[in-house]
């Protein structure tokens, strides 16, 4: 005769709620704790956040809010800069391993080299990057407002700008500034081919082009309109075009389609196999990892107090100069 008895789980999904939406709004006020995400993410996480935003718009609510937990879905550094901004506050990231190519193409003791041999330089940073080279940066800056900030410098003072070489280059062309490149790039916004957007203009002749300045000089060639993620937003509602060729990573169409339901949006490249211009780091995020990390309060971002404190001056000087 056997006896049977319980086998402890270890199944982690043994854990989640039928209801997720429902035990998510409740962890939220039971923690007081703030859910920001970025558009990149799957549109579940999209409906269930506070606040959804670009990078821009995320650093500043994330220096604003009162909650006491903020849940960033989005990817690490993006988490590094809520904690930066909120020091007492516990921050989560539902994925540890949602990285960021850009980020990863700029390592630190590389980047400190490069810097020591401009040391007349005046280092800006665009936010896709660690909490390590936002403390050897003067300030910071995102796509929204990286032209701003550059056109507010003295014309005589030299610049580095890091880590995209491809938003470097568009900020150049737009501000008439010269400056000093790090080689950086984001491995989604260069997937973008020229060859199959001219396919696609053929395909779409009255469409529109839209694009985010991460991609490549011969891909923005061809784009009508170039900007943030939320200003690629914003244009498609403004603009009188009924048919869009989006070029930038897909989890905007979620928002777009919300905001002008009657329009066409083609995703580029176009819908196949590939799923080449989603980010595979902001898609490590999801639903279940989300409760859990607000359950458990962990994967808890932390960082080294003396890094903190430096990446947060130039922080502070691009919220300051993008009023």
Request: with cysteine.
């Amino acid at each position: 005769m056997f006896t049977s008895f319980a086998v402890p789980t270890t199944d982690p999904k043994a854990d989640i709620p039928q209801d997720l939406f429902g035990a998510i709004e409740a962890l939220k006020k039971e923690l007081n704790a703030v859910i920001l995400a970025h558009y990149y993410q799957d549109p579940d996480i999209q409906d269930i956040a506070d606040y959804l935003g670009d990078s821009l718009g995320l650093s500043q609510q994330a220096a604003e809010t009162d909650a006491d937990v903020i849940v960033f879905a989005g990817v690490h550094f993006m988490a590094e800069t809520a904690k930066i901004l909120n020091p007492h506050k516990l921050v989560l990231l539902p994925d540890l391993d949602a990285g960021c190519s850009l980020a990863d193409s700029c390592p630190p003791e590389a980047f400190a080299d490069f810097k020591r041999q401009h040391p007349d330089h005046l280092v800006i940073s665009y936010i896709n990057c660690t909490a390590e080279i936002k403390a050897m940066s003067d300030i910071i800056c995102t796509s929204a407002n990286a032209v701003k900030i550059v056109q507010q410098i003295p014309a005589d003072q030299p610049i580095i700008f890091a880590p995209d070489k491809n938003l470097g280059r568009y900020v150049m062309e737009q501000s008439g500034r010269d400056m000093r490149l790090w080689e950086g790039s984001c491995m989604v916004h260069e997937i973008f081919s020229e060859r199959k957007l001219i396919d696609l203009k053929m395909q779409h002749p009255a469409a529109e082009v839209i694009a985010h300045p991460e991609c490549e000089p011969p891909v923005l060639r061809h784009a009508d309109f170039i900007g943030s993620t939320t200003a690629l937003l914003k244009y498609c509602q403004q603009s009188p075009k009924q048919q869009f060729i989006v070029v930038t990573e897909s989890g905007i169409l979620h928002q777009m389609k919300k905001a002008v339901p009657d329009k066409e949006l083609i995703p580029a490249p176009p819908t196949s196999n590939c799923a080449c211009n989603e980010c595979p780091h902001m898609r490590l995020n999801t639903m279940e990892k989300l409760y859990l990390a607000m359950k458990h309060q962990t994967p808890e971002i932390t960082m080294p107090e003396a890094t903190r404190v430096a990446a947060l001056k130039p922080m502070q000087r691009m919220l300051e100069m993008s009023i």
